[in-house]
């Protein structure tokens, strides 16, 4: 009998504090949204698999700029290139920071010690992203060195296509590793064997640690974090996160015996450790050992499965539309022929590969729903009001996609990128790194390794659809990136 008061009085308290949460809905200019309910807010509305399907059929009801309620977290969503570009650009600063996810923390996520990716708009997200930037850059990205890795890589890629003689095979995992090895190139200055099991795992946790970042699990406890506090919740939150942290520790614990801060550094993490050593006794500084391994597990997960799977999307596109893969091959015939491995000096003279690259990363649209990104004041957009604190979505995919921009949206049309004289032509809307303050910072090495991987490929073979199998269908398979339905090819040396 006695509970039933409880049972009211504890039921009018989450009524209460969920209005309080939803008050934002009230504000004036405020964008439009589907009706949250009590709690769960639009956490049942939405499908966090195939967010960008969600998302298109939400502008089709409220327009370019609407809201969200997931659980007590405001999200605002922004589509098409006009609202984008105006969030993202014209106000990159004011939404330039990060929404906190409380299931990091228990990552090691923390104050000084935030990575990249996720660390929140401030002065260690700063030194961080300037530390990346110049360091890739001093490691060869516009000079040779970078180059010289990736072009060596793509050689022993091309070696192991070679090696399955001609039979019908997936090429994702062989891709994944390739560019796995250009990361720890520039992070261990070493590469592993396509066979070596230490790879095999890292990539695995790699694939399972991405996995567990898409679907409504990580929403619901980073939108009502005190369910983290139940006991072992947080504990078996992200299990393949932790593996990988566990992995690249062993491989950062093993750098640091052979370090010697007398010699010139041999890779990012030398450059790091130097910077560590120099920051000693200052509480300020984002340099310490707990960040180098966030931010090497920030230019891993960010840099690796990207760039990847961009990779198995071009070969897809390849075998299904045979005539784009004639005029490539026949361009690369012209501009490089079979006497040398390509350069990036290249690309300048091989405006019809530039223009299928730019189209496969249109078209393959694989992180459809970018980065979360927030709001650090009141910010305004195409006229509606986002406040301070709140949740900015920008989906990318509308962008890439946008009916008033593209000629085809819905098609492999390599034409987009080029002009009626057959020059290569970019346009704002190709927004696949995004844009304004957070944009991706390893675009110029994803831009490389495209390039050079791309082309060393198909200078070296021909791919087609394997005999007696069906064509391969071209959606997507939406997850946190959106990969190619799984295929086979078969490649012949050319
Ligand atoms: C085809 C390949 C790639 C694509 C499509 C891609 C796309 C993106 C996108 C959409 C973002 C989110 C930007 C935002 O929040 O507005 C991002 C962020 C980022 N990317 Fe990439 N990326 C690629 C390759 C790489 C590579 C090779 C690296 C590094 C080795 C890298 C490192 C990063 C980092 C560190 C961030 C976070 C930037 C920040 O928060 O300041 N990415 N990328």
């Not at 992070?187 to 790879?199: G, K, Q, S």
Request: with cysteine; proline share 8%; aromatic share 8%.
């Amino acid at each position: 009998m006695g509970l039933l008061p409880v049972a009211v009085a504890v039921a009018i308290f989450l009524l209460l504090v969920d209005l309080m949460h939803r008050r934002q809905r009230w504000a004036a200019r405020y964008p439009p949204g589907p009706m949250p309910v009590p709690g769960l807010g639009n956490l049942l509305q939405v499908d966090f698999q195939n967010m960008a399907y969600s998302c298109y059929k939400l502008r089709n009801r409220f327009g370019d700029v609407f809201s969200l309620q997931l659980a007590w977290k405001p999200v605002v969503v922004v589509n098409g290139l006009q609202a984008v570009r105006e969030a993202l650009v014209n106000h990159s600063e004011d939404t330039a920071d990060r929404p906190p996810m409380p299931i990091y923390e228990h990552l090691g996520l923390r104050q000084n010690s935030t990575g990249v990716v996720m660390a929140p708009y401030g002065p260690a997200w700063r030194e961080q992203r300037r530390f990346s930037v110049s360091t890739l850059r001093n490691f060869g990205l516009g000079k040779k060195s970078l180059e010289q890795w990736v072009t060596k890589e793509a050689s022993c890629l091309c070696a192991a296509f070679a090696n399955q003689d001609g039979r019908a095979f997936s090429p994702n995992t062989l891709l994944s590793q390739a560019v796995c090895n250009v990361i720890a190139s520039l992070i261990y200055a070493r590469r592993f064997e396509y066979d070596d099991p230490a790879l095999i795992r890292m990539m695995d946790l790699l694939e399972d640690s991405l996995k567990e970042d898409s679907g409504l699990m990580p929403q619901v406890l980073n939108a009502v974090p005190m369910l983290l506090r139940i006991p072992g919740v947080a504990e078996k939150a992200l299990p393949g996160q932790k593996a990988l942290l566990a992995l690249i520790d062993e491989l950062l614990t093993e750098h640091k015996m052979t370090h010697d801060p007398n010699q010139p550094p041999r890779d990012l993490t030398d450059v790091f450790l130097t910077e560590v050593e120099k920051a000693k006794g200052n509480p300020e500084s984002s340099f310490n050992d707990e960040n180098l391994r966030m931010v090497v597990t920030d230019l891993f997960t960010a840099g690796m499965a990207t760039t990847s799977t961009t990779l198995a999307w071009a070969l897809l596109l390849m075998i299904l539309h045979p005539d784009v893969q004639r005029r490539v091959h026949q361009e690369i015939d012209e501009v490089i022929g079979q006497g040398r491995r390509p350069e990036m000096g290249d690309q300048a003279h091989m405006p019809f590969t530039n223009a299928v690259i730019h189209e496969v990363q249109r078209f393959g649209d694989i992180i459809p729903m970018s980065v979360p990104h927030m709001t650090s004041r009141d910010t305004e957009v195409q006229g509606f009001l986002i406040p301070k604190g709140t949740t900015i979505i920008t989906n990318l995919s509308s962008v890439l996609k946008d009916e008033t921009v593209w000629e085809k949206p819905f098609r492999f049309h390599p034409e987009h990128f080029l002009d009626t004289e057959g020059r290569f032509v970019k346009f704002e809307a190709f927004m696949p790194f995004s844009a304004g303050r957070r944009a991706c910072l390893g675009e110029p090495l994803a831009r490389m390794e495209l390039f050079l991987f791309f082309t060393c490929l198909l200078q070296c073979f021909s791919f087609s659809v394997p005999e007696g199998q069906p064509q391969p269908s071209d959606y997507g398979v939406p997850y946190f990136l959106v990969s190619p339905s799984p295929y086979q090819l078969c490649a012949v040396s050319r």
